[in-house]
Nanobody, 124 residues
Framework: QVQLVESGGGLVQTGGSLSLSCAAS????????MAWFRQAPGKDREFVAT????????YYGDSVKGRFIISRDNAKNTVYLQMSSLKPEDTAVYFC?????????????????WGQGTQVTVSS
């Protein structure tokens, strides 16, 4: 069983930056493809970014491309999401997710393990 714990959420002004972390345990971290999703009130959970097991491949959702960066440190069992040029529409609960596959999936049903989420609020 994989446990995921997000941290780093908070309140930031429009145009600001924020960095999220997700610590994993219960499985060899380099066996896991990792991703970030987000869910705003009343909306479906949306794909944000994903990163391959070794960190060499990444893929982003269109709404965050060019503003967010996903990275990982396999020695620290942690995946990160660096968010910049934040907009009010980025306000959501951000979830970390993991999968044992090789592919970079973008659908929430393709991820077996989830964290509890961390709130990000961008004020206008």
């Amino acid at each position: 069983q994989v446990q995921l714990v997000e941290s780093g959420g908070g309140l930031v002004q429009t145009g600001g930056s924020l960095s999220l972390s997700c610590a994993a345990s219960g499985r060899t971290f380099s066996d896991l493809t990792m991703a970030w999703f987000r869910q705003a009130p009343g909306k479906d959970r949306e794909f944000v970014a994903t990163i391959s097991r070794g960190g060499g491949r990444t893929y982003y959702g269109d709404s965050v491309k060019g503003r967010f960066i996903i990275s990982r440190d396999n020695a620290k069992n942690t995946v990160y999401l660096q968010m910049s040029s934040l907009k009010p529409e980025d306000t959501a609960v951000y979830f970390c997710a993991a999968n044992l596959g090789f592919q970079l999936y973008t659908e929430k049903w393709q991820y077996a393990y989830w964290g509890q989420g961390t709130q990000v609020t961008v004020s206008s």
